[in-house]
């Protein structure tokens, strides 16, 4: 019994050994005394000199392209679309299984927008995030294409019922099912050749934006009736003189109405949305995720009912709004783009220690490019980051510019993922967000939000 006791203290002190050796505490410093916030002072300060807007007259172009796969192939065939194997991404608990249907198509779809010499492209698939790998090599493709990364404007639905197989590193495995480069290449292609059409399909147009209130749909999921929701649908138009209609539409609840016990695919409530304003309304619909950190769908009915619920009563709404927004064929566009420094990667084991970097980024590659985006269209300003962003922040950036007579949008999942950028007063909540999701330390938020309040007084001051 004795030595018994003397070999469990002996392990034990070496697993606590251990623990110490491959975590580090949790760092407090202040972001505004941190060398990754000096860096970024620099890069902004270059913006600064930079930066110009365009007032001209407008052209937009659109194009949409599948990304609904043939499922159950013999071989992989990526230039045809069909797979052995395609597992949903969104919820862990699936265990990367494949699909086992095709409840509705899905699609990456893209908007050009020309002012000048100035362009932008939102761009925006029917799947969980935009990955970083693969947009990397999208920008690689259109840069051959005289097409900058600057130029771009991504988003996802945020779909947890969409293609998987993209995520590199084991978190991305545990997401998105096991990694498959046949379908990483397909994904790659279908996505440049969206925005390459969109862009072939420039044509003079017209524009107009606007928000309206959908508290219904949506609560906060984290610290419930507490908390501040995101409770606004915001939309920009585009109409193209004699020729197609597109609407952009934003929405900050998350996409999980149908839970993982779903093994179809499917564009969740956005795909109802896109397809009754597709329709009834406009020739193509285009839905970028909000900032759905935070935020949850609330709904009515049971599987596909709840979707197809939220889905179709958001373009309802906005289908009664269309007909009074005004248009116009000439706005000014500032677009600004910043790479974003990041604090050192971490995975919190407990309150006060995390991963250290070098182990963390085992589990899953760091991104290389992570960037904030600012893009003003007249008096609406749309605003992008790389993560699951705070619907309590978003509330904030839009009452701090609607002050200053602008609307803003602020979308989530730009082509890069920084897990959860929520207020940094809920960084000891034990909840999955910041427990599971905040890899930035607790002064990510902050840091985060004082970098685009300073980009978008320069969109907007120009």
């Not at 043939?70 to 065939?77: A, E, F, K, M, Q």
């Not at 619909?285 to 609330?298: I, N, W």
Request: aromatic share 10%.
């Amino acid at each position: 019994m004795k030595k018994a006791g003397i070999l469990i203290g002996s392990v034990a002190a070496l697993l606590v050994a251990l623990f110490f050796m491959l975590t580090t505490p949790v760092d407090h410093t202040p972001f505004y005394e941190t060398s990754y916030f000096r860096e970024s002072s620099l890069l902004m300060d270059s913006l600064k000199r930079s930066v110009t807007g365009t007032t001209d007259s407008i052209k937009a172009g659109f194009a949409q392209v599948s990304i609904t796969p043939g499922l159950n192939s013999p071989v992989d065939l990526p230039a045809e679309g069909k797979f052995t194997k395609v597992p949903l991404a969104g919820f862990g608990s699936r265990k990367g299984r494949g699909a086992t249907g095709i409840h509705d198509s899905t699609f990456v779809k893209a908007v050009a927008v020309a002012v000048g010499r100035q362009r932008v492209i939102f761009v925006g698939a029917d799947l969980l995030i935009m990955p970083p790998n693969l947009i990397d090599s999208v920008c690689l493709l259109l840069k051959k294409q005289g097409i900058l990364r600057e130029e771009l404007v991504f988003s996802a639905t945020h779909t947890h019922s969409g293609v998987g197989a993209w995520g590199p590193g084991f978190l991305g495995k545990q997401f998105a099912g096991e990694a498959n480069s046949a379908i990483q290449s397909w994904l790659v292609r279908q996505i440049a050749e969206a925005v390459t059409s969109a862009l072939n399909n420039l044509h003079p147009a017209q524009i107009g934006y606007g928000t309206f209130r959908a508290g219904a749909y949506t609560r906060n999921r984290l610290i419930g009736e507490k908390g501040i929701k995101n409770d606004d649908f915001g939309y920009l138009v585009l109409q193209q003189t004699g020729g197609r209609k597109a609407v952009i539409g934003s929405f900050s609840a998350h996409s999980t109405t149908l839970g993982a016990g779903n093994m179809e695919i499917s564009g969740d409530y956005p795909g109802y949305w896109a397809r009754r304003m597709e329709k009834t309304s406009v020739d193509l619909a285009l839905f970028l995720a909000g900032s759905v950190g935070s935020q949850s769908p609330v709904g009515e009915g049971e599987g596909f009912e709840k979707p197809r619920y939220i889905g179709e009563s958001l373009a309802d709404s906005l289908r009664e709004y269309l007909p009074h927004t005004s248009l116009s064929s000439q706005v000014q566009l500032t677009a600004v783009t910043l790479r974003l420094p990041l604090p050192a990667f971490h995975f919190r084991l407990s309150s006060q220690r995390s991963l250290i970097s070098a182990v963390g980024k085992k589990l899953m590659p760091e991104p290389q490019t992570p960037c904030l985006q600012a893009i003003r269209l007249g008096q609406m300003v749309w605003i992008t980051t790389p993560a699951d962003f705070s619907g309590e922040y978003a509330v904030q950036l839009k009452n701090n510019l609607a002050a200053k007579g602008f609307q803003a949008n602020i979308s989530s999942f730009n082509g890069s993922y920084l897990g959860y950028i929520i207020p940094d007063r809920y960084f000891y909540l034990k909840e999955y967000e910041p427990q599971t999701m905040g890899w930035y330390g607790p002064s990510m938020g902050e840091y985060t939000m004082d970098l685009i309040r300073q980009l978008t007084e320069l969109a907007t001051s120009h």
